[in-house]
């Protein structure tokens, strides 16, 4: 069946769906069933594609290792045995369910893409509360040298001492006398 006006005879195509037949200027092809349709009929579901399935992705999760296996290709094939045909092949490893943390002492923040940094000096891995050297005892930071700035002297000091105490708790006496209103 052509399309198009009588000037232009092979401009467009008339759509495939059996209740519309509309003469579409810019009509799709359905790349499951090969058709052609308007922009009304042009998904899958308003023309009831017999094919969509066969074009379409879909994965699975290993409940044993958290592994995403893709199942495109597999032609009608059982899930299950997907899923058993993946814990046999010896890439099922429980031990990768296992998501990374944060390695600072005493932090259990998990480590995912949105809220890991790596430290530019010491290239580990660490949550963003602890993306300051200072804040998980970078292994690069150096001591003090003469033309380090005050801000940097701070954070030099802060991560020398290590958890250790910062002296006397018992504050010392005020020298100055206490100012008293009249």
């Known amino acids: 069946m052509g399309g198009g006006t009588?000037?232009?005879?092979?401009l467009g195509s008339h759509c495939e769906h059996s209740d519309c037949r509309q003469?579409?200027?810019?009509?799709?092809?359905?790349?499951?069933?090969?058709?052609?349709f308007c922009v009304e009929h042009r998904s899958y579901k308003s023309h009831d594609c017999p094919n969509s399935d066969a074009v379409?992705?879909?994965v699975l999760v290993c409940e044993i290792c958290s592994a995403a296996i893709e199942t495109t290709g597999h032609?009608?094939?059982?899930?299950?045995?997907?899923?058993?045909?993946?814990?046999?092949?010896g890439d099922c490893d429980p031990k990768k369910k296992k998501k990374p943390t944060c390695p600072v002492r005493r932090c259990k923040e998990v480590l995912t893409f949105s809220n890991t940094a790596t430290c530019k000096s010491c290239r580990i891995k660490i949550c963003l509360k602890h993306r300051f050297p200072a804040d998980h005892a970078c292994g690069k930071l150096s001591l003090p040298s003469s033309s380090?700035?005050?801000d940097?002297?701070?954070?030099?000091?802060?991560?020398?001492r290590r958890?250790?105490?910062?002296?006397?708790?018992?504050?010392?006496?005020?020298?100055?006398?206490s100012v008293k209103a009249c």
Do not use: M, Q, Y
């Open 152 to 160: 940097n002297k701070f954070l030099v000091a802060l991560a020398a």
């Open 163 to 177: 958890g250790k105490d910062c002296g006397n708790k018992i504050a010392a006496p005020s020298s100055r006398p």
């Open 23 to 36: 003469l579409d200027f810019l009509p799709f092809t359905c790349n499951a069933c090969r058709k052609v």
């Open 75 to 89: 032609d009608g094939e059982d899930e299950k045995k997907i899923l058993e045909r993946h814990e046999k092949s």
């Open 56 to 58: 379409s992705r879909k």
């Open 6 to 10: 009588e000037a232009f005879p092979d």
């Open 148 to 150: 380090v700035t005050v």
